[in-house]
């Protein structure tokens, strides 16, 4: 069983040796309601006090309604400098440009707002000097279940060893809202979407599979397709050597 207490004072000193070393002047996020950004946020407030988390909602209508909520909770209760940057706009404007010249496919469509938040965070962190801090856990990056160059894309993150199971039990102990921590994981991406439904398995296998290499026959077919499909993902582009 992990020593959360420990776990929280290991990985704050982390984050102020990181800013320490950079020079920078503090950490952006976003913030969106989930446990994964939640975790982030906490910590890093933990570590400083100049912390911005950024609510970026973009089409969906879930974005606006319980992810906002939530993640305005876990601002409110944290004492969190929080913004808000509305990017359904720029998303519509943007697939009307597509529509104009060529068409895209759906899951193209749903990967521009992670990309748009990850501009979004960098635009920012970079007129008021500030990292942006990573929030996707071991569980996501083994599946492969995160855009590439969108939400993967930041200067650190705090919590990439954790898996999502750990992910719960580390906000329990830090008394995170409950609404944060019962809701279903999503990425928010479309109406009604979740993480399990869309990957066809459960963190909780995920894990499993993870900690042990064991599970159902047809969970461990899925896990290790994705996982294999999406190793492009977790390496650092090609590069050509003379």
């Known amino acids: 069983m992990r020593d ?3 776990e929280a004072k290991n990985r704050v000193e982390w984050i102020k040796e990181i800013l320490t070393k950079s020079g920078a002047k503090g ?3 976003g ?3 989930g446990k994964d950004s939640a975790l982030v946020g906490i910590l890093c407030k933990m570590a400083t006090d100049n912390v911005l988390g950024v609510i970026m909602p973009c089409a969906s209508k879930q974005n606006y309604t319980s992810d ?3 993640a305005l909770k876990l601002a409110d209760k944290f004492e969190i400098n929080t913004k808000v940057v509305d990017l359904t706009d720029t998303r519509e404007s943007l697939l009307e440009q597509f529509e104009a010249n060529i ?4 899951i193209a469509k749903s990967n521009i707002a992670p990309r748009l938040r990850m501009t979004t965070l960098y635009a920012i962190g970079q007129t008021k000097g500030y990292l942006v801090a990573g929030t996707s856990n071991k569980s996501e990056y083994h599946m492969g279940y995160f855009t590439k160059w969108g939400d993967a894309g930041c200067d650190f993150n705090p919590i990439a060893d954790l898996t999502a199971t750990e992910i719960f039990k580390f906000l329990e102990y830090l008394n995170c809202p409950i609404e944060i921590i019962k809701k279903a994981p999503s990425a928010g991406l479309f109406d009604g979407q979740t993480d399990e439904m869309e990957m066809g398995v459960t963190y909780c296998a995920i894990d499993k599979y993870i900690e042990t290499g064991k599970g159902r026959e047809e969970d461990v077919a899925i896990i ?3 996982h ?3 190793e492009h993902k977790r390496s650092l582009p090609l590069k050509f050597e003379n």
């Open 4 to 6: 959360y207490k420990s």
């Open 27 to 29: 950490i952006i996020f």
């Open 31 to 33: 913030n969106s309601g």
């Open 68 to 70: 906002k909520d939530d």
């Open 103 to 106: 068409s895209i496919s759906e």
């Open 224 to 226: 290790e397709r994705m």
């Open 228 to 230: 294999k499909t999406s």
